[in-house]
């Protein structure tokens, strides 16, 4: 169901606090239905100018992070799973009674995928090492990420999972803790991250979370759901269901992010006519595209302009 975030949701700052605009709400509903509708038959790309783009990217995340949690399945899960490398190191929670926060975290390094089942290789110094088998039916039980699972993260997560919730958004917990990344944000990381931490989402009931926390952002090779790199240390990725271009400067790194869908944000400042020229471009293979009924996109607010279209699949 397409998200409206506007009438539950309000943004507060050193200055007080404001209704979320409607610049920020069309930024969301994009996030969320270009990570909704990613599939492998067509790449969808969106292309959005506004006078100044400071934030739009954050919402635009916001959104993708709503689409997830909504595209959540096990099945897909799973096949994320079993593409991790061997050797790469996971975490998982289990219950625990003599645990203050009723779990205890535990690690292993991923060292088998076989057909139905992978093996995880945990060391423990006073037990002995073991070898503990996943299934698809026990993924689903007992979630596994590839971040540590830390007292502060959990803090954070339960922060951020309370505020959505308030919102009206059906936050569902085995997505919470699975290693599934909903998209990769291109920016200059810096400036992005003290954006998001200058400003709070708070809604109707009274709970708060920084911009920031709500994203649950995450270094390349951290846990969380918006994985953030800068447009010069891009490299070799993973296929993301959505990749987010915050400027033009981050647009020139499109040809080595791999995604479903894309969303190129910029300022109409940078928005040159080499620019228009390399959009024309990628519009040129452009084939027809229907969006739901249901799924329409709110007004365009005044001063941006976006256009949305899909490639073939292999584009």
């Known amino acids: 169901m397409r998200p409206n975030l506007n009438q539950s949701l309000m943004l507060r700052d050193t200055g007080g606090s404001i209704s979320l605009q409607d610049w920020a709400g069309f930024y969301i509903w994009a996030g969320w239905w270009l990570r909704h509708s990613a599939n492998d038959r067509c790449r969808l790309i969106m292309f959005a100018v506004a006078p100044s783009r400071r934030f739009a990217a954050a919402f635009a995340a916001l959104g993708a992070l709503i689409g997830g949690n909504e595209a959540h399945s096990d099945n897909v899960d799973w096949e994320s799973l079993t593409a991790i490398p061997v050797g790469t190191k996971v975490f998982w929670r289990e219950r625990s009674l003599k645990a203050k926060s009723g779990f205890k975290r535990l690690d292993g390094t991923l060292v088998d995928v076989r057909d139905g089942s992978v093996a995880i290789l945990h060391e423990d110094k006073k037990n002995g090492n073991t070898t503990l088998t996943w299934n698809e039916k026990k993924l689903v039980e007992c979630p596994l990420s590839l971040g540590a699972i830390t007292a502060r993260l959990n803090e954070q997560y339960a922060v951020a999972a309370k505020l959505l919730k308030d919102a009206s958004v059906d936050v569902n917990q085995n997505w919470l803790w699975t290693s599934r990344r909903e998209a990769i944000l291109i920016t200059e990381q810096t400036s992005f991250r003290r954006d998001a931490d200058s400003i709070a989402l708070v809604s109707k009931q009274g709970s708060e979370a920084r911009l920031s926390e709500a994203l649950f952002l995450s270094e390349r090779e951290g846990r969380g759901k918006v994985v953030m790199s800068s447009p010069r240390s891009v490299g070799a990725a993973p296929t993301y269901p959505l990749v987010i271009f915050d400027g033009a400067n981050a647009f020139l790194s ?55 279209f899909s490639l073939p699949g292999d584009r």
């Not at 249901?294 to 007004?299: G, S």
């Open 254 to 308: 499109r040809e080595a992010v791999n995604s479903s869908s894309t969303l190129a944000i910029m300022d109409r400042s940078e928005y040159d006519e080499e620019m228009h020229n390399r959009v024309l471009a990628v519009a040129s293979a452009r084939i027809p595209l229907e969006v739901a009924k249901a799924e329409q996109p709110p007004e365009t607010p005044p001063g941006l302009e976006a256009a949305l």
